[in-house]
């Protein structure tokens, strides 16, 4: 078992940033893919960003590229989501997931979630 927590949402201008952290505990944390996936209100869950077990592989959804970026501390069992050029389009619950072995970027490949921070970005 894998446990998530994200932190680092909230209420920001169109313009502005966040960084989003998602902690993890459990089994040893860098055995696993970790992705971020949103979802707006009436919306589908979609994916926003992986990153693999080593943190030498990422990947973005287009509408993110250039203006998020995934990292992780497997020292600190972390992985951040900085968010910069933030636009009301952003708005949504963020959630952070992880799976065992490779990055994938289907939400169902992904055993193990957080419960999801609040992203509201205010133009």
């Known amino acids: 078992q894998v446990q998530l927590v994200e932190s680092g949402g909230g209420l920001v201008q169109a313009g502005g940033s966040l960084r989003l952290s998602c902690a993890a505990s459990?089994?040893?944390?860098?055995?696993?893919?970790v992705a971020w996936f949103r979802q707006a209100p009436g919306k589908e869950r979609e994916f926003v960003a992986t990153?693999?077990?080593?943190?030498?592989?990422?990947y973005y959804t287009d509408s993110v590229k250039g203006r998020f970026t995934i990292s992780r501390d497997n020292a600190k069992n972390t992985v951040y989501l900085q968010m910069n050029s933030l636009n009301v389009g952003d708005t949504a619950v963020y959630y952070c997931?992880?799976?065992?072995?490779?990055?994938?970027?289907?939400?169902?490949?992904?055993?193990?979630w957080g419960q999801g921070t609040q992203v509201t970005v205010s133009s």
């Open positions: 990153i693999s077990r080593s943190g030498g592989t990422t």
């Open positions: 997931a992880a799976r065992f072995g490779l990055t994938a970027q289907e939400a169902g490949a992904y055993a193990y």
């Open positions: 459990g089994r040893t944390f860098s055995n696993y893919a």
